[in-house]
Nanobody
Framework: QVQLVESGGGLVQPGGSLRLSCAASGIIFSIGAMNWYRQTPGKQRELVAA???????NYSDSVKGRFTISRDNAKNTTYLQMGSLKPEDTADYYC???????????????WGQGTTVAISS
């Protein structure tokens, strides 16, 4: 069984920084894309940042230049460094990973449980 566990959320003042972590554990053969999404009440979950296994990254326009996604493949972990935070960044943040549990298994998408980020003075 595979689990993704996020950590690092909290309350931060506008302009501050926060780093989220997401660690994958369990039976893992390989991990493809590792992404961060966020969601606010009544809205669809939106892709914030994505990182391929080869290190290619993409960002939504709303966070480009302020957030940085990275990953430590040896630790099966992805990070989201968030800076210049704004009140509109307030949301529940979820990590997602495409994981193959064995060499011949199909790729399956897994979600973390989410971590709450609140930006307020």
């Amino acid at each position: 069984q595979v689990q993704l566990v996020e950590s690092g959320g909290g309350l931060v003042q506008p302009g501050g920084s926060l780093r989220l972590s997401c660690a994958a554990s369990g039976i893992i053969f390989s991990i493809g894309a590792m992404n961060w999404y966020r969601q606010t009440p009544g809205k669809q979950r939106e892709l914030v940042a994505a990182a391929s296994s080869g290190g290619i990254t993409n960002y939504s326009d709303s966070v480009k230049g302020r957030f940085t996604i990275s990953r430590d493949n040896a630790k099966n972990t992805t990070y989201l460094q968030m800076g210049s935070l704004k009140p509109e960044d307030t949301a529940d943040y979820y990590c997602y990973a495409n994981i193959r549990t064995t060499e011949f298994a199909a790729v399956t998408g897994y979600w973390g449980q989410g971590t709450t980020v609140a930006i307020s003075s």
